[in-house]
């Protein structure tokens, strides 16, 4: 409970922070966020409120750890997901993406699976 408590901690600072900037200031988070590999758009806006759901769901956790636990699942499918799908390809082929972005996704990809409650689920 402790491990998972910690990664919704962790959820609402930088998600939160991060879906602030880009829903207030998408010019801003492409910059700092996405490290100028796309340019600013309505999309980042989108991204923010998906990060803001994130937030919103892990302060829930806090207090539901294992009810509020799937957030971690989707955050492992769709962080693994880019980093294949996305991050992966533009650094084989030498295309910008965010370098920050990627390895924090990649830590979280490393972390999850042994904090996810799989036992509970099933």
């Given at each position: 409970m402790i491990g998972l408590r910690i990664i919704?901690?962790?959820?609402?600072?930088?998600?939160?922070?991060?879906?602030?900037?880009?829903?207030?200031?998408?010019?801003?988070?492409?910059?700092?966020?996405?490290?100028?590999?796309?340019?600013?758009?309505?999309?980042?806006?989108?991204?923010?409120?998906?990060?803001?759901?994130?937030?919103?769901?892990?302060?829930?956790?806090?207090?539901?750890?294992?009810?509020?636990?799937?957030?971690?699942?989707?955050?492992l499918i769709y962080k693994g997901t880019w980093l294949l799908l996305v991050a992966i390809p533009a650094m084989r082929s030498n295309l910008p993406y965010p370098k920050t972005m990627a390895m924090f996704f990649l830590a979280w990809v490393i972390t999850l699976p042994f904090l996810i409650p799989w036992k509970q689920w099933i």
């Open positions: 919704y901690i962790l959820n609402i600072i930088v998600a939160g922070q991060i879906a602030y900037s880009a829903i207030s200031n998408p010019k801003t988070a492409a910059i700092t966020t996405f490290s100028n590999a796309y340019p600013p758009s309505e999309v980042i806006k989108l991204v923010g409120c998906l990060w803001l759901s994130i937030a919103i769901l892990s302060i829930l956790g806090l207090f539901k750890p294992i009810t509020f636990s799937p957030v971690l699942l989707v955050q």
